[in-house]
DNA sequence: CGTGGCGTTGATTAACCTCAAATGTGGTGG
DNA sequence: CCACCACATTTGAGGTTAATCAACGCCACG
């Protein structure tokens, strides 16, 4: 893994990249000075278990920067990513003191974290802060919802073709323009952790992106970096909406 | 399918079977006396679909009594359940016009159904509607993801005792008594419903219900209803933590 | 120049799906 | 009451998909 410091320091709100975005986005200016003297940064390694299942979480945190995973295990050790936290994304459940799911960096991760206690107080003096929190709590259960349709019904080759597509729309979705025509993705996970994702093994995984370069779906460039000469003709291999 | 009448009929929200588990649980008399006067009652008759996915939705509705489903399906047929709506649960998303999944009545189902733009207004002037909104939806996050360990991970036989184990909780949880020693359970699906919310074929379902009989592990009494002679090893077989 | 992490490929197997047929089961109308 | 129908369920035979087990290549790094 890499390891290139985070590009944004600890700063001011107003600085911060994802203040549109994530949980304080509604806040007005004077509710973001309440946060501003709350809130503290925390940064974790790529590659390190930032939070185990079952154990204590005292702080919920927003990604500023780096990819974090949610995962669990089964006992032999199966294991199931139920979650990516992209840059925005909020980690923690107001009102539980543990988290049912292992959290672990991907790459570098810089978060902005508040004690747990006085955030929940703040949840109910700032009604911003709910409404937006209910927001994206709302977008993450119809992923969820999406990636069980994935998970139980869909084939290999369509549960890779849908990753790529659905990591192709959350990238543009930073910048306005969706996904068509000829696309560039970056990968940020190992097969291992994409057979994790799509409930597949990573050797399956290994196969289907061969399946796919084979039929001209996508090239690569290295392991890495994905290239997709025809966006609409990746969605139907996924058996997507275009919409969506 | 029986079309028993639903037992409760419109009537005051004190007398409301889901009072304290429902969206306006945490509402105070004043509050309550506010939805009293904009809420009303629908019943759907089993079987029917109450919304197509896709679809706009008008209202946003608590499940009064009965039993509804939330699925998606693919072009070809393939289809996912990604939700069941018990008794106390939401239906509607704040904020969107339509539904991305479609809801089908199991039995028959009365809901105490809003108009989406008033209680969105509502959402933002009561803020233990929201509170309670979110800690819901934080809830059923919850269950999508450990939802999505089963189908990404689990074995068709752990599929299925999985779901015998959660239906009992579910069931439990309404007594207040957790589930221990023998253990009888209402099954309210079909085979073809348990098949698509595990992402199974029904034959699949069948099998493995002969098979969790054979080995002593349940008995069937008629199609629908399941006696479980030791839930502990129900557990075990469903690879469940005991607690949870 | 080894070593370990990551990725690809091949051979085999097990789990589950598909297709097909038989067996209940409850409701309806004669 | 019984014949009949629609539908849910079970069971069987055979096929497919993806998992498993195993070997090997690549590359960054000490």
């Known amino acids: 893994m890499s390891h290139p410091a985070p590009l944004f320091t600890a700063g001011r709100c107003g600085d911060c990249p ?4 994530a949980v304080c986005a509604q ?3 004077g509710e973001l000075a309440v946060l501003d003297k709350l809130k503290t940064y925390r940064s974790f390694p790529a ?41 925005s994304d909020f980690l923690g459940r107001p009102g539980h003191a543990t988290v049912t799911y292992t959290v672990t960096a991907v790459t570098d991760v810089l978060m902005c974290c508040f004690r747990r206690q006085p955030f929940e107080a703040l949840l109910h ?42 990591l192709a729309r959350r990238e543009a979705a ?26 597949l093994t ?3 995984v290994s196969r289907q992106f061969t399946g796919l370069r084979q039929d001209g779906l996508i090239r690569l460039n290295g392991t890495r970096r994905v290239i997709v000469p025809d966006f609409a003709r990746l969605q139907r291999a996924a058996q997507e909406d275009a919409a969506a």
């Not at 910048?175 to 409930?199: F, H, K, Q, S, W």
Request: hydrophobic share 45%; net charge negative.
């Open 125 to 166: 003096t700032m009604p911003h802060l709910a409404m937006q929190l209910l927001e994206m709590t709302l977008d993450d259960l119809q992923s969820a919802r999406e990636w069980m349709l994935l998970l139980g019904r869909k084939t290999a080759r369509e549960k890779i073709a849908s990753l790529l597509v659905s």
């Open 27 to 29: 806040c007005d200016d």
């Open 47 to 87: 590659g390190q278990t930032i939070a185990w299942a079952g154990d204590p979480l005292d702080f919920v945190a927003s990604v500023v920067t780096g990819v974090a995973i949610l995962s669990r295990t089964l006992e032999d050790g199966r294991t199931q990513m139920v979650g990516l936290l992209l840059p």
């Open 18 to 21: 994802i203040r549109h975005r």
């Open 202 to 204: 990573l050797e399956t």
């Open 174 to 199: 930073l910048r306005l323009n969706p996904p068509e025509g000829r696309v560039e993705i970056d990968l940020m996970l190992t097969r291992e952790a994409m057979a994790d994702y799509l409930g």
